[in-house]
């Protein structure tokens, strides 16, 4: 059966740090595009970054390049975000998702596979 499971989310004061995870079973990461996404209180799911598996890219949104880093261990099957100088609009759920190797975007509707999500709160 094909899961992913995030990790890592917590609450942190601005300016703090965390590492989400997601691990991967029953399919290997590496032959899919994996995209992290959040989705805030009332808001709609928006994506974060994504890893491309045919050009081995990586992209960010807007509103976190230069903060958050998107990684993956293929040894351990699991992909990670780095999430550096937090903010409190930085606050949600927080998901990956696999999608097709062709895949390029962060739009929710490509990816197929999806994660429970870790809750990330960033508060004084």
């Known amino acids: 059966q094909l899961q992913l499971v995030e990790s890592g989310g917590g609450l942190v004061q601005p300016g703090g740090s965390l590492r989400l995870s997601c691990a991967a079973s029953g399919f290997t990461l590496d032959s899919y595009a994996i995209g992290w996404f959040r989705q805030a209180p009332g808001k709609e799911r928006e994506g974060v970054s994504c890893?491309?598996?045919?050009?081995?890219?990586?992209y960010y949104a807007d509103s976190v390049k230069g903060r958050f880093t998107m990684s993956r261990d293929n040894t351990e099957n699991t992909v990670y975000l780095q999430m550096n100088s937090l903010k409190p609009e930085d606050t949600a759920v927080y998901y990956c998702a696999a999608g097709p190797p062709w895949v390029v975007t962060t739009t929710p509707s490509y990816y197929d596979y999806w994660g429970q999500g870790t809750q990330v709160t960033v508060s004084s």
């Open positions: 890893i491309n598996r045919a050009e081995h890219t990586t």
